[in-house]
């Protein structure tokens, strides 16, 4: 089964430090979605990608958070500096024209 | 009002019976939905979508979509206690290409 891989799987960090979370989409699926899950918000949708292109990051706080995508296998969402309530799970999804997104293992932050 | 909304729950029901989950949206435009299964400290699972009114099965699970009523429900047929997860309503947003907006998502909990 095709599966969208995320690294690393966890990260403890302290505040401030620069953290990097990646996400190998499924191949073939043109359009990677970033996502944070809270107890509090539930799945927020952050930044997405069409085609490598940012389509929609205004879920992103741009102060500290960015997202690219250098090629068509890997995207990146980088957290600088990082603080406590960056704290959650992060979740890189993709999808097709056709195809529902399907969502990769996530990464769980916790900025200390 | 809320774009997707659901009741948070939990529901609670026996083993064997069937579990119904509902979700209501608010853009009358939206023309895809989705249920996603989420299992405490996982991902979420796409596990049905619709596009069309009326019903769509698939082994224990149905969706049953209503658009001038603007609801989409999930029921489970003989439920299992495998069964007992969180379950996202994801509705694609009008013109945004594949975004969706999900719910906060419905607590089931099948008693044994």
């Known amino acids: 089964d095709a599966r969208v891989t995320q690294t690393p799987r966890h990260k403890v960090t302290e505040m401030g430090q620069e953290v990097t979370m990646r996400c190998q989409p499924i191949l073939g699926h043109n359009t990677v979605f970033w996502y944070r899950q809270t107890m509090m918000q539930g799945l927020e949708l952050l930044a997405y990608f069409r085609n490598r292109a940012p389509l929609d990051d205004s879920g992103m706080p741009k102060d500290r958070f960015s997202a690219e995508m250098p090629d068509a296998t890997l995207a990146t969402l980088k957290i600088q500096p990082s603080e406590p309530r960056d704290s959650a799970v992060y979740f890189c999804a993709s999808g097709n024209a056709d195809q529902p997104q399907h969502f990769g293992d996530g990464t769980r932050l916790s900025i200390l | ?112």
């Open chain 2, 1 to 112: 009002q809320k774009e997707v909304e659901q009741n948070s729950g939990p529901l609670s029901v026996p083993e064997g019976a069937i579990a119904s989950l509902n979700c209501t949206y608010s853009d009358r435009g939206s023309q895809s939905f989705f249920w996603y299964r989420q299992y405490s400290g996982k991902s979420p699972e796409l596990i049905m979508f619709i596009y069309s009114n009326g019903d769509k099965e698939d082994g224990r699970f149905t969706a049953q979509l209503n658009k001038a009523s603007q609801y989409v429900s999930l029921l489970i047929r003989d439920s299992q206690p495998s069964d007992s997860a969180t379950y996202l309503c994801a509705v694609r947003v009008p013109g945004g290409y594949q975004k969706v907006t999900f719910g906060t998502g419905t607590k089931l909990q099948v008693i044994p």
